[in-house]
């Protein structure tokens, strides 16, 4: 841990390359991964000497999809003056949703519960970034309004007991469907602005709905969004250049991950999907990190660290690695259920852990 995270000052560099770090989720599940690099030097960040970033993390206790205060000191625990939080999977419209208790950011009451806790990582000092997010064919009816299937490139279902959630199969979405799609995820952005946040981090990886539009081995469409590399990319490339438009281009980044393959969605060819997307991003002025995993940081080539399971388990991570510290061990037990408190934000900072 210690090579990785000698705390330097940061040089001021474009672009800012992200890279998640070890675990399940393989290292190259992140080729990708953009963020709001101008938000950083308005903040900066380059006088500060926090690498360490918050992973964006699911914790499924934003009951019927509101955050909850509880979320506000949990944000709070983790942030550091001048660190990168990027947010849990936010999702951007009642389609989107495919897990429970996840946030919402299309309703005004999602934004303005938003606020508060927007508000006190700023207060502290942070940079925060909202991560909008549907799930397409990763859910089931019963997350669906009226009981809908699910949407998605395609109709194909995801494997039974995959986790040991259950899938419904989905719909097809028809090409004039698309653009109202689009404009879900414009609007969460445009909302995710209001509620305070430095920009949006577009969750297009780990078999989503933007995923399973760029993976051939999900996306069996037959119009222009389907087919060629070319095609499979557009409607992530359009919710870039939408979301751009909206909020500028620098307060924009984006999650893909090419080589992985959860949720039934892997690509023949993820490096070529990679590479062009990459190039493509490049076109919309939003900056990427087209590099992987451990070689990237040994080599220097890393700016920001982002830290997932860790981070959960250690509010002041910063802190333990500037000071070589012990970690807390993380707990996957209670990643992920509705409990405001246990696994939540009851993990113990340093000093309690000394006095303790
Ligand atoms: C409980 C949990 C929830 C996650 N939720 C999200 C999410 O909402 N959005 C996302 O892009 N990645 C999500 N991830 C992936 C993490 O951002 C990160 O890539 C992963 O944990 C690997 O990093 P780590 O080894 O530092 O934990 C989640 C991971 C975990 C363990």
Excluded at 57 to 83: D, F, W
Excluded at 168 to 189: G, H, K, M, V, Y
Excluded at 236 to 242: D, P, Q, S, T
Excluded at 295 to 319: C, E, M, Q, S, T
């Amino acid at each position: 841990m210690g090579e990785v995270q000698n705390l330097q000052e940061v040089p001021l560099i474009t672009p800012y390359k992200l890279v998640s770090f070890t675990g399940t989720y393989s290292l190259e599940s992140v080729l990708v991964d953009v963020i709001l690099q101008c938000e950083v030097q308005k903040h900066n960040f380059h006088h500060y000497t926090i690498k360490v970033v918050l992973a964006p993390l699911t914790r499924m206790k934003s009951y019927e999809n509101v955050p909850q205060t509880h979320a506000v000191l949990y944000y709070a625990q983790r942030t550091t003056k001048g660190g990168l939080l990027i947010a849990e999977g936010t999702v951007i419209s009642d389609t989107a949703i495919g897990y429970p208790n996840v946030p919402g950011i299309w309703k005004k009451e999602q934004v303005e519960a938003w606020k508060p806790i927007v508000n006190v990582v700023h207060a502290k000092g942070g940079i925060f970034a909202g991560q909008i997010w549907h799930t397409g064919r990763v859910s089931n009816t019963g997350f669906q309004p009226k009981g809908q299937a699910p949407v998605s490139s395609t109709d194909k279902p995801i494997s039974p007991s995959n986790n040991g959630l259950h899938f419904s199969a989905p719909r097809r979405l028809s090409t004039e469907e698309i653009p109202q799609i689009i404009n879900d995820f414009r609007l969460a952005a445009t909302n995710a602005m209001e509620a305070g946040f430095n920009g949006v981090e577009i969750h297009g990886a780990h078999g989503y709905l933007i995923d399973q539009f760029l993976k051939d081995q999900v996306n069996d469409r037959t119009d222009e969004y389907g087919g060629s590399l070319e095609n499979r990319c557009r409607f992530a490339l359009e919710v870039v250049k939408a979301v751009s438009e909206e909020i500028g281009a620098d307060r924009v980044g984006i999650r893909i991950s090419p080589f992985a393959d959860y949720n039934d969605s892997g690509d023949s060819n993820p490096e070529a999907l990679g590479l062009y997307m990459a190039e493509s991003l490049n076109k919309y002025g939003i900056l990427y990190l087209h590099g992987s995993g451990n070689n990237a940081v040994v080599a220097n080539h890393a700016d920001l660290v982002v830290y997932g399971r860790l981070f959960l388990a250690n509010p002041d991570l910063p802190k333990r690695f500037e000071l070589d510290a012990p970690l807390n061990k993380y707990d996957r037990n209670t990643f992920c259920t509705s409990d405001p408190v246990v696994g939540y934000t009851d993990y113990p900072f340093l000093d309690e852990t000394n006095s303790a």
